[in-house]
């Protein structure tokens, strides 16, 4: 069993930045794909970024693109959220991936870890 945990989330003003982070538990998840999802309020999951197990494939959601930068280090994932808008608030989660490639799919992903608030103020 994998254990993911995100860290960094918080309150930030529009227009502002924030960083969150992921950690999976063993070292296998450094040969597999990385992803994020968010859950807006009251709206379903929706995909955000995906990094392959090399970072050799990233792939962004359309309402992301040019903001957010996903990165990894090994089982360690990143993702930097510059110029946030209310749209942004959400629930953010990471996902550990089956395989060494993963995309929007939320099926193609094993673990998940319980999720971390992020609120963009007006």
């Known amino acids: 069993q994998v254990r993911v945990e995100e860290f960094g989330g918080g309150l930030v003003q529009a227009g502002g930045s924030l960083s969150l982070s992921c950690s999976a538990s063993a070292n296998t998840a450094s040969n597999n794909a990385l992803g994020w999802f968010r859950r807006p309020p009251g709206k379903d999951r929706e995909f955000v970024a995906s990094?392959?197990?090399?970072?050799?494939s990233i792939i962004y959601a359309d309402s992301v693109k040019g903001r957010f930068t996903i990165s990894r280090a090994r089982s360690t994932s990143y993702l930097q959220m510059n110029d946030l808008n209310s749209d942004d608030t959400a629930v953010y989660s990471c996902?550990?991936?089956?395989?060494?490639?993963?995309?929007?799919?939320?099926?193609?992903?094993?673990?998940w870890g319980p999720g971390t608030q992020v609120t963009v103020s007006a």
């Open positions: 990094i392959s197990w090399n970072g050799g």
């Open positions: 996902a550990v991936g089956w395989r060494s490639y993963a995309g929007r799919d939320s099926s193609s992903y094993r673990y």
